[in-house]
């Protein structure tokens, strides 16, 4: 069914707003859906908080329904009831941030992620998500993606382990596209790519995944995440050692050419 917009009172009183102005216009949940083509059933699940509503779907319904704003203006505020609970505070953080400095071990980035790869992903949760809820986050996902071409530009910077790009996840098409797209990500002026190979036994990621994050006013962060639980952290010692740690890691991992050679490599197997 998807995440219950329940315990959201910016989703409340969206629905309500959306079903007042749709009655005042005399329309049916059906016509509404036809007006900004969805079906019924998703104007229902909007209505009643089992879903919630995609930017196109707002900015539709606003214009349809000559809402003047009314409705456009929840886009920014509904857009973080789509992260799960542990993901929301980092969601607001990542899209402010100034700079972004990852490390990944066992899957891509989510901001690295194509929409397949993306659904691979967390289709293999467990215990097993439903298809509403598998839709909601990887649409989530797709969202932040603004990230790279925002502007003030954010500098972006990932290391990922070698073993993440020989993974297989879901068809090997898909993970040729994928390949394609960390190449397109790594011509970009204000990103950089580099692989940690698998022959650099010891190196200083060997306690796991990190992001940094560099805030608007220029606070430096940490931000954790494992199995579903997450952790921000603010201390400047804390922050200085995994800045540090992070240093040593793009030092140790191939250099932007030799990644980018890499991840041509593997792509070429595919």
């Not at 998807?2 to 629905?15: E, L």
């Not at 859906?33 to 059933?41: A, C, P, Q, R, Y």
């Not at 790594?186 to 060997?206: D, F, K, Y």
Request: aromatic share 6%; hydrophobic share 40%.
């Amino acid at each position: 069914m998807g995440q219950s917009a329940g315990s959201s009172g910016t989703a409340r009183y969206f629905a309500e707003l959306l079903r007042t102005f749709r009655k005042s216009r005399g329309l049916t949940q059906a016509q509404l859906g036809e007006l900004v083509h969805v079906s019924d059933s998703y104007v229902s699940a909007v209505e009643t908080c089992e879903r919630i509503p995609s930017p196109e779907f707002i900015a539709a319904a606003d214009e349809a329904l000559e809402a003047g704003g009314l409705l456009a203006i929840a886009t920014e505020h509904l857009a973080h009831d789509r992260y799960p609970a542990y993901f929301k505070d980092f969601a607001k953080l990542e899209a402010e941030a100034m700079s972004i400095s990852s490390y990944s071990t066992h899957v891509l980035h989510g901001l690295l992620q194509i929409e397949e790869y993306a659904r691979a992903v967390i289709s293999s949760e467990f215990p097993p998500l439903d298809e509403e809820e598998i839709n909601r986050l990887v649409d989530a996902r797709g969202a932040r993606k603004g990230l790279f071409v925002r502007k003030p530009t954010a500098l972006l910077s990932f290391v990922i382990e070698e073993s993440v790009l020989r993974r297989q996840v879901g068809e090997r098409n898909m993970m040729y596209a994928q390949c394609e797209h960390l190449l397109s990500c790594a011509s970009m002026r204000n990103v950089t790519i580099q692989v940690m190979p698998l022959a650099r036994g010891n190196h200083a990621g060997l306690d796991g995944p990190m992001t940094l994050i560099e805030t608007p006013g220029h606070k430096q962060l940490v931000y954790l995440e494992v199995q579903g639980n997450s952790q921000i952290l603010a201390p400047a010692d804390e922050v200085a050692r995994f800045s540090q740690r992070y240093a040593m890691i793009r030092t140790q991992a191939l250099g932007l050419e030799e990644s980018v050679a890499l991840i041509k490599e593997l792509a070429s197997q595919l």
